[in-house]
Nanobody, 127 residues
């Protein structure tokens, strides 16, 4: 079982930036695709971005393409989400997650593909 801890959330004005981190432990981190999801109040959890085990492939939701960048440092067992040009509609709790199956990759991930989740970090963007 893997443990995931997100950090880096906070309050930022529209147009600002934040960098989220997700530290993983308890499993061979470098063998798995990692993902970021978000859930706004009263809404379902949505896919944001994913990165494969090597960092060579990434996928993004249309709503964040060109503004968010996912990356990973396998030596530090950490995945990052750099968020630029933030908008009020980006306000949500952001969760990181690890794929259920090692060495798997496709660009159309859903929440059910991920087996372990962090507790989330709140991102609030003011207008």
């Amino acid at each position: 079982q893997v443990q995931l801890v997100e950090s880096g959330g906070g309050l930022v004005q529209a147009g600002g930036s934040l960098r989220l981190s997700c530290a993983a432990s308890g499993r061979t981190f470098s063998s798995y695709t990692m993902g970021w999801f978000r859930q706004a109040p009263g809404k379902e959890r949505d896919f944001v971005a994913a990165i494969n085990w090597s960092g060579g492939s990434t996928a993004y939701a249309d709503s964040v393409k060109g503004r968010f960048t996912i990356s990973r440092d396998n030596a530090k067992n950490t995945v990052y989400l750099q968020m630029n040009s933030l908008k009020p509609e980006d306000t949500a709790v952001y969760y990181c997650a690890v794929d259920k199956i090692p060495a798997r990759w496709y660009s159309d991930y859903e929440g059910a593909d991920f087996g372990s989740w962090g507790r989330g970090t709140q991102v609030t963007v003011s207008s």
